[in-house]
T-cell receptor, first 114, second 118 residues
Framework: AQKITQTQPGMFVQEKEAVTLDCTYD???????LFWYKQPSSGEMIFLIY??????QNATEGRYSLNFQKARKSANLVISASQLGDSAMYFC???????????FGSGTKLNVKP | DAGVIQSPRHEVTEMGQEVTLRCKPI?????LFWYRQTMMRGLELLIY????????DSGMPEDRFSAKMPNASFSTLKIQPSEPRDSAVYFC????????????????FGPGTRLTVL
C-alpha cells in the first residue's frame, strides 16, 4: 500500500529562523519520487522541490531543502530563513514507481511570526 | 507560458443542478488529473488521464460524477445531479509523463474551481 503521512497539522516559526516540516512515506516500489507543494491562502498549489529515490544527494531549491532519509522513509522539508510569505499549507506527495498517480499527505499549516 | 486553465473559478448552484467544470492543461503535457479538496478529506484524486485515456477513476465518488477528455487540450468534470456535499475546491493538474527513475513528472496545478452547492 502507498501512504504519505504528515503528523504536524500546524506549526509556528519565528521569521528568519529555519523550520522542518515532517513527512514519512510507505511504498514497496524501489523507484519513486517525493514532492513538496505549497498552498498559500490564495489557494493555488505551487511545486517546490523534488527528490528521486535513487538520488544520492538531498535536493535543494533556494531556501528549500529536502532531508531525505531513505532507510527511515522520511522526506522532511527544511525552509531556511523563514519569511512572512512562507505562511501557507505545505503538502508532501509521493509518486510510486513509473505511475503518474500522486499520493498526498494531509498537509501542515505553517505560520511565520514577525 | 500559460499554466493550467480552469473555468469557472467560482460556481454556486442549487442542489439537483448539473455542474460542469472545465480544464485546459499545459500544452504538450500528456497527463491530466482531477482532484477535490475539502477541509474534512484533504486533497483527493478523483481521476487521471494519460494521452486522453482514463487510467484510474477509483477516486470518483459515485455515478453522479463523470469526466471526459475529448482531446489533449481539454477536459471536463461533470456532476449530475449536484448535492451540497459536493461543495469543495476542484483542481485540475497536468504533467508531462516520462519514464525512467530520474523523471520528475511533477504536476502543475490550475487555480481551482470553488464549487458551492446550496
Amino acid at each position: 500500500a502507498q501512504k504519505i503521512t504528515q503528523t504536524q497539522p500546524g506549526m509556528f516559526v519565528q521569521e528568519k529562523e529555519a523550520v522542518t516540516l515532517d513527512c514519512t512515506y510507505d511504498t514497496s516500489d524501489p523507484s519513486y519520487g517525493l514532492f513538496w507543494y505549497k498552498q498559500p491562502s490564495s489557494g493555488e498549489m505551487i511545486f517546490l522541490i523534488y527528490q528521486g529515490s535513487y538520488d544520492q544527494q538531498n535536493a535543494t531549491e533556494g531556501r528549500y531543502s529536502l532531508n531525505f532519509q531513505k532507510a527511515r522513509k522520511s522526506a522532511n522539508l527544511v525552509i531556511s530563513a523563514s519569511q512572512l510569505g512562507d505562511s501557507a499549507m505545505y503538502f508532501c506527495a509521493m509518486r510510486p514507481g513509473n505511475f503518474n498517480k500522486f499520493y498526498f499527505g494531509s498537509g501542515t499549516k505553517l505560520n511565520v511570526k514577525p | 507560458d500559460a499554466g493550467v486553465i480552469q473555468s469557472p473559478r467560482h460556481e454556486v448552484t442549487e442542489m439537483g443542478q448539473e455542474v460542469t467544470l472545465r480544464c485546459k492543461p499545459i500544452s504538450g503535457h500528456n497527463s491530466l488529473f482531477w482532484y477535490r479538496q475539502t477541509m474534512m478529506r484533504g486533497l483527493e484524486l478523483l481521476i487521471y488521464f494519460n494521452n486522453n485515456v482514463p487510467i484510474d477513476d477509483s477516486g470518483m465518488p459515485e455515478d453522479r460524477f463523470s469526466a471526459k477528455m475529448p482531446n489533449a487540450s481539454f477536459s471536463t468534470l461533470k456532476i449530475q445531479p449536484s448535492e451540497p456535499r459536493d461543495s469543495a475546491v476542484y483542481f485540475c493538474a497536468s504533467s508531462l509523463a516520462r519514464s525512467g527513475p530520474s523523471s520528475y513528472n511533477e504536476q502543475f496545478f490550475g487555480p481551482g474551481t470553488r464549487l458551492t452547492v446550496l
